[in-house]
């Protein structure tokens, strides 16, 4: 019963694609997330989304763009793909802002 | 601005050895403080969190931390490290408000037998 969990695991796609990363969580949360992990294990948001509604969203580029068809969804999908994007991604929710977050497993995007 | 910074990049402990990971954080107010952990090719698992109230605070795994107003600080600790804590350690902290999570650049853990 995984709490929250997002598809693929791995992603390898060339530079110019057009890829989808799911992410669904069980837990009856209002806030989910998307952050991104890069090379140096350095974590940053990306976005927030509260109940479907877009709440934050890091001076991340447009190529970038989540959708929340229920609150119990997050997908993120990123156009035009550049090798910097190569980062591993992680989706996470909450009860509501400011309370403990539980994030996926992750998904590992490579760009060559 | 806001930021949560972890001194320490990596560390190495020996096992049966005790452990002290620190964390310092720049805010205006008190914020949320958390510790998060990282095995190698997995998710981020919640350690332990610190709200208000009592400034020691008990996680899972054994770990506990301590908030330090005075010194902004909220470090983690462990008695006795067992090989299976070899991990990356994040610190992070929300407002409470902004909803995001402002995570530290992590530490390393290495533990030797």
């Known amino acids: 019963d995984t709490a929250v969990s997002q598809t693929p695991k791995y992603l390898v796609t060339q530079m110019g694609n057009d890829k989808s990363i799911k992410c669904e969580q069980n837990?009856?949360?209002?806030?989910m997330y998307w952050y991104k992990q890069d090379s140096k294990k350095f974590l940053k948001i990306m976005f927030s989304y509260n109940n479907k509604e877009l709440i934050i969203n890091e001076t991340v580029p447009n190529r970038f763009s989540p959708k929340s068809p229920d609150k119990a969804h997050l997908n993120l999908h990123i156009n035009s793909l550049e090798l910097g994007d190569s980062a591993v991604y992680f989706c996470?929710?909450?009860?509501?802002?400011?309370?403990?977050?539980?994030f996926g497993p992750g998904t590992r995007l490579t760009v060559l | 601005a806001q930021s949560v910074t972890q001194p320490d990049i990596h560390i190495t402990v020996s096992e049966g050895a005790s452990l002290e990971l620190r964390c310092n954080y720049s805010y205006g107010a008190t914020p949320y403080l958390f510790w998060y952990v990282q095995s190698p090719g997995q998710g981020l698992q919640l350690l332990l969190k610190?709200?208000?109230?009592?400034?020691l605070v008990q996680g899972i795994k054994g770990f506990e931390a301590e908030f330090k107003r005075s010194q902004s600080s909220f470090n983690l600790r462990k008695p006795s490290v067992h090989w299976s804590d070899a991990a990356e350690y994040f610190c992070?902290?929300?407002?409470?408000?902004?909803?995001?999570?402002?995570f530290g650049t992590g530490t390393r853990l290495q533990v030797t037998l």
């Open positions: 837990l009856g949360h209002d806030t």
């Open positions: 992070a902290a929300d407002t409470g408000t902004a909803s995001k999570l402002t």
């Open positions: 610190y709200f208000s109230g009592d400034t």
């Open positions: 996470a929710s909450s009860l509501r802002g400011g309370s403990e977050q539980f």
